[in-house]
């Protein structure tokens, strides 16, 4: 079942590391092309804030993050 964007299964387990697999691996995939490397840290906080972490921050409020993606989330934003 999917609600506003999150898939629910069966167990709260399989639903977080669905969820989270899902949502690493499109900020992932954003970053790669995307991140500037612009002087000014204000400006890279800002971009990563409103294009990466606007989803991340959403699931988050739904559903804990795991430790692994939360690993591969920072790699990705740094």
Same mark, same amino acid.
């Not at 991140?35 to 804030?49: E, Q, S, W």
């Not at 559903?63 to 790699?75: E, F, G, R, S, V």
């Given at each position: 079942?999917?609600?506003?964007? #999150?898939?629910?299964?069966?167990?709260?387990?399989? @639903?977080?590391?669905? *969820?989270?697999?899902?949502? $690493?691996?499109?900020? &992932?995939?954003?970053?790669?092309?995307?991140?500037?490397?612009?002087?000014? #840290?204000?400006?890279?906080?800002?971009?990563?804030? @409103?294009?990466?972490? *606007?989803?991340?921050?959403? $699931?988050?409020?739904? &559903?804990?993050?795991?430790?692994?993606?939360?690993?591969?989330?920072?790699?990705?934003?740094?």
């Amino acid at each position: 079942m999917t609600i506003l964007g #999150l898939n629910f299964w069966g167990t709260n387990e399989q @639903t977080m590391k669905d *969820s989270w697999a899902r949502l $690493t691996g499109k900020v &992932l995939e954003q970053a790669k092309g995307a991140y500037p490397r612009g002087p000014f #840290l204000a400006i890279r906080m800002r971009y990563v804030n @409103t294009f990466f972490l *606007s989803k991340t921050w959403f $699931t988050a409020q739904s &559903l804990p993050a795991p430790n692994i993606y939360t690993q591969q989330l920072t790699t990705a934003i740094k």
